[in-house]
């Protein structure tokens, strides 16, 4: 791994995943009980550490990412500033809108290296792994209480395992990165399988926060789990052909997140889905989306 792949794939890791630990963070802030306020405070703390990580990062990213990255829209969609607003205001939560702001002005270009750039990034990627793996745990704790009947918290167990998957695989590509380690074929292999699961349990969680009286949508989200169930199962038997179903049933799947996003963002879907969660599968399935198109090109 040459030092602007470092860089790049540094920046863009800490983009997309800190964002996303922050707000799984949040997640569980809003679903424990009254009675669980050390917890609401140590998942309130993590949030604060994820958004300060990512401001860090936010100054040193600006004019060295991709135009491609930005244009994939999985750091910020157009609906993610009011999503937080709804967010923090239904919730009480006070959600750092700034950083959003400041990601919506992010700007390409060409990466110039200096020895500067890689201490800091370096810096910052060794804070980070550590704090990735205490998230981790914190979340592992949280299962094995609400899987022994000693909690109650209105996150599916599934839900809290899926964001404890996903802390794994950032921890898991940063440390490879860290560790000046080549991306190898096997990973766009890994990638593909990760996320398809991921995105059928998006569907499957969309499918049970909904009202029971949006039957149309509920429908529509039980058959993205058994399609995706179906590429999941035949995965390996054409890799190429894998590939483009994975994408062409993504494109579809987010579409469908966008519009579920607006419906709840205007009051139009009746859910328990909290405004942020919609627009946060939106951008997951974007970055699913951007890893294929890459593997169609190789």
């Not at 969609?77 to 006070?94: I, M």
């Not at 000046?180 to 766009?188: G, H, L, V």
């Not at 894998?242 to 994408?247: D, P, Q, V, W």
Request: charged share 20%; proline share 2%.
């Amino acid at each position: 791994m040459n030092q602007n792949e470092y860089i790049r794939l540094s920046l863009e890791l800490h983009l997309f995943f800190d964002r996303i630990m922050k707000e799984h963070s949040l997640f569980l802030e809003t679903a424990f009980m009254e009675k669980d306020n050390e917890l609401k405070a140590t998942a309130n703390n993590f949030q604060k550490i994820f958004s300060n990580i990512l401001e860090s990062v936010l100054i040193l990213a600006d004019g060295n990412i991709s135009d491609e990255i930005i244009q994939s829209n999985e750091f910020v969609t157009n609906h993610t500033l009011e999503a937080e607003r709804k967010t923090s205001s239904l919730s009480g939560v006070n959600i750092n809108t700034n950083i959003t702001t400041r990601e919506l002005d992010l700007k390409s270009g060409q990466i110039e290296v200096t020895e500067e750039l890689m201490n800091r990034i370096s810096s910052i990627n060794q804070q980070t792994l550590p704090t990735i793996q205490n998230l981790i745990q914190f979340k592992h704790n949280i299962l094995n209480q609400v899987l022994s009947c000693h909690m109650y918290t209105t996150n599916y167990p599934l839900l809290i395992s899926h964001i404890m998957n996903e802390a794994k695989m950032y921890h898991n590509l940063l440390t490879k990165v860290e560790n000046r380690q080549p991306f190898t074929e096997n990973y766009i292999y890994e990638q593909e399988l990760f996320w398809n699961n991921i995105m059928k349990e998006h569907a499957e969680f969309i499918r049970g926060l909904l009202d029971p009286s949006e039957k149309n949508l509920i429908q529509t989200a039980d058959r993205y789990v058994e399609e995706y169930e179906t590429i999941i199962n035949n995965y390996g038997n054409n890799y190429l052909s894998s590939i483009n179903t994975s994408l062409q049933e993504t494109i579809r799947f987010r579409n469908f997140k966008m519009t579920g996003e607006e419906g709840i963002l205007n009051c139009q879907v009746k859910s328990i889905i909290i405004p942020l969660l919609a627009d946060h599968v939106v951008r997951e399935a974007n970055h699913f989306i951007r890893i294929l198109r890459n593997s169609s090109r190789v």
